[in-house]
């Protein structure tokens, strides 16, 4: 099969863990994400993989309920830990040689991120998973996601969801929802289309890193992505 990216950068949401339950994580869910990952590791596409903690707990949450905003988010990147290494446990048991690595550092836990180890562990065949977001309070996963992805040159930014791409409306509440198959990133900020928040596609934008929106839910999606095939929504510079 055609490659076309050899080297992506996937965001999962804390939600896409979760399943139809209402908290945590779902083990057949995060089974079921680990075989599509190692579906295009199998084709020699190097993967670096950030997850959120939407599932478990997000900072703003915490900070509606009166939390100090930076404590609370700390613990929202420690959420991602937790997610990143049950998703270690998952691309394990499916073969898949994995590392997490950790902007906060814990060593007893998972390696600290540094950059010139994700990419060696990446040209080695390994998954690498990118867990603490950026390691700052006020920031997202999303954010942690482009960033990553410029750090280790990924060739595109694969954003997971529960849709199709990016749509004009909320799909899952109004039927007529038309699906955008191109959009630029000015597009997206002033239409404010809220796929990626604002930081993360300012990011992206200043150094042309495309990203592609599609749903993680419908099998062999992914794979279809890093094989060039039309799917979802891009968003780039034109
Ligand atoms: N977070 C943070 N800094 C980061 C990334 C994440 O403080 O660089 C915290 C923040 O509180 C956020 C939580 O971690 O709410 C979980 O991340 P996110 O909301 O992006 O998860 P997702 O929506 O993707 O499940």
């Given at each position: 099969m055609h490659i076309e990216y050899k080297r992506v950068l996937?965001?999962?949401s804390g939600e896409a863990l979760m399943g139809d339950d209402s908290y945590g994580i779902n083990t057949d869910v995060i089974a079921y994400v680990?075989?599509?990952i190692?579906?295009?590791i199998d084709l020699g596409v190097q993967p670096g993989?950030?997850?959120g903690a939407g599932n478990i707990f997000r900072g703003v949450a915490g900070a509606s309920k009166g939390m100090d905003r930076a404590t609370a988010d700390n613990m929202g990147m420690l959420a991602t830990v937790m997610n990143s290494l049950a998703l270690q446990d998952a691309l394990e048991r499916v073969g898949v040689d994995t590392r997490v690595m950790s902007a906060i550092p814990m060593?007893?836990?998972c390696e600290p991120y540094i950059r010139r180890k994700a990419t060696r562990h990446l040209e080695k065949g390994r998954a690498v998973i990118f867990a603490a977001g950026t390691g700052n309070p006020y920031f997202t996963t999303d954010s942690a996601g482009v960033l990553r992805a410029l750090e280790i040159n990924a060739d595109i930014i694969i954003k997971a969801t529960k849709v199709d791409g990016v749509f004009d409306k909320d799909p899952v509440v109004h039927q007529g929802a038309i699906r955008y198959e191109k959009l630029t990133f000015d597009e997206v900020l002033i239409k404010d289309l809220r796929v990626m928040d604002a930081t993360a596609i300012a990011?992206?934008?200043g150094d042309k890193k495309t990203i592609l929106v599609l749903n993680m839910n419908t099998p062999g999606n992914i794979l279809k992505a890093v094989?060039?095939?039309s799917i979802g929504t891009?968003?780039?510079?034109e």
């Amino acid at each position: 099969m055609h490659i076309e990216y050899k080297r992506v950068l996937l965001k999962l949401s804390g939600e896409a863990l979760m399943g139809d339950d209402s908290y945590g994580i779902n083990t057949d869910v995060i089974a079921y994400v680990a075989k599509e990952i190692k579906e295009i590791i199998d084709l020699g596409v190097q993967p670096g993989l950030v997850i959120g903690a939407g599932n478990i707990f997000r900072g703003v949450a915490g900070a509606s309920k009166g939390m100090d905003r930076a404590t609370a988010d700390n613990m929202g990147m420690l959420a991602t830990v937790m997610n990143s290494l049950a998703l270690q446990d998952a691309l394990e048991r499916v073969g898949v040689d994995t590392r997490v690595m950790s902007a906060i550092p814990m060593q007893s836990v998972c390696e600290p991120y540094i950059r010139r180890k994700a990419t060696r562990h990446l040209e080695k065949g390994r998954a690498v998973i990118f867990a603490a977001g950026t390691g700052n309070p006020y920031f997202t996963t999303d954010s942690a996601g482009v960033l990553r992805a410029l750090e280790i040159n990924a060739d595109i930014i694969i954003k997971a969801t529960k849709v199709d791409g990016v749509f004009d409306k909320d799909p899952v509440v109004h039927q007529g929802a038309i699906r955008y198959e191109k959009l630029t990133f000015d597009e997206v900020l002033i239409k404010d289309l809220r796929v990626m928040d604002a930081t993360a596609i300012a990011l992206a934008k200043g150094d042309k890193k495309t990203i592609l929106v599609l749903n993680m839910n419908t099998p062999g999606n992914i794979l279809k992505a890093v094989s060039g095939q039309s799917i979802g929504t891009i968003i780039s510079a034109e």
